[in-house]
């Protein structure tokens, strides 16, 4: 990052993402596509900065340069999803290596690590990291990653990000990587608190736009810098370069979005928690949230992503979600489209069925990713749902 851009504001950097107009780039105020898959040599056995697209590309540079601006950090990465993101992470350990996780995770997470990283003997503990006493019982000898999700999907749940990095930090050799993806580097700074990693799926608010499908991550290592490149580049885990302009484009609006997601999201709650209807509201800015004041503590806002329990069955919360007619029924989350789906049939399916239950993965709990429709519109829109079905 270049010393001139550190005093700037997050918006100011969001808009100027570190990019110069110049003769290179023809003085364009939005810097070309690089698409070529492959560049010219001067010499065969050296090249210019860029060899083959994999390797590296202009325009996964410049978004790569955008991020790391964002985010304060010294580097950053991007990947082809968001879990190839999180399998560059579990790649720089080995066999007989331990992962301690959060037990409320992304599901494909979950798959990764159980049934991917499982099968070549990297094993993993599931913890209750709401408190921080459990992940410390659960390192090991051979402890070498430990993975948290904060907000949870689908429960919002939090962990305490600084006090799990004193914890972690006090055994050397262990890397703790923190999975951003609810709230973005707009409002929370995983690494400023302690952690090494912060990984996002950029398919959601990064992107925002429900058109890309990438992953990204920031840390302030040297150490780690070659050999999660060398990951990026021979695990052929990176994005496009269409995909990196698509996503440097979203960038520019990312804290314009974000301030919208979070006003609609918390109208949204509120409503939802006034509802006779509903029996619960998951959302840590909320009063009512068990954590609530970690929220305040670690993050500077929040976005969009409720969860909340219906008075009913699978068949009625499926009919409910059926009733919606401006609220999309999809997987994913993020974009300017409000989302709904139900976490115990689609997104979280894979836990097992045990652990649904006990964990409170149940089948009337419906997870909602506020879009940026108007918000009268969302609030109607959840009110005819919901009265013509649990009536
Ligand atoms: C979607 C998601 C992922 C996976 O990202 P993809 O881009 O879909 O591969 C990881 N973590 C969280 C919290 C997610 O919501």
Redesign the pocket.
Known sequence: MSEESRHLGFDTKAVRLGYKPDVSNNYSLMPPIGLSSTFQQDDPSTHRGFLYVRQNNPSRQILEKGFALLEDAKYSLCFS??????SAVVQLLNTGDHIVSSEV??G??YRYFDEITGRVGITTTYVDARDPENVENALQANTKLVFL?TP??PLLSLCDIARIAEIVHRAPGILFAV?N??LTSYYQRPLDMGADIS??????YLNGHTDV???AMCFNDDNLLPRLRYLQNNAGIGPSPFDCYLVYRSLKTLPVRLRHHMKNGLKVAQFLESHPLVTKVLCPWLPSHPQHELAKRQASGYTSMISFYVNGDLQQTSALLKKFRLINMAG???GVESLAEIPSVL?HASFPVGDRARLGITDNLVRLSVGLEDVDDIIADLDQALRSTLL
Do not use: H, P, Q, R
């Open positions: 999803s968001g879990t190839s993101a999180i995770i992304f494909g997470t999700e949870s999907n999975d993806t609810f990984v996002y799926s950029a398919t959601k499908c990438m992953g994913s989350l993020g997104s």
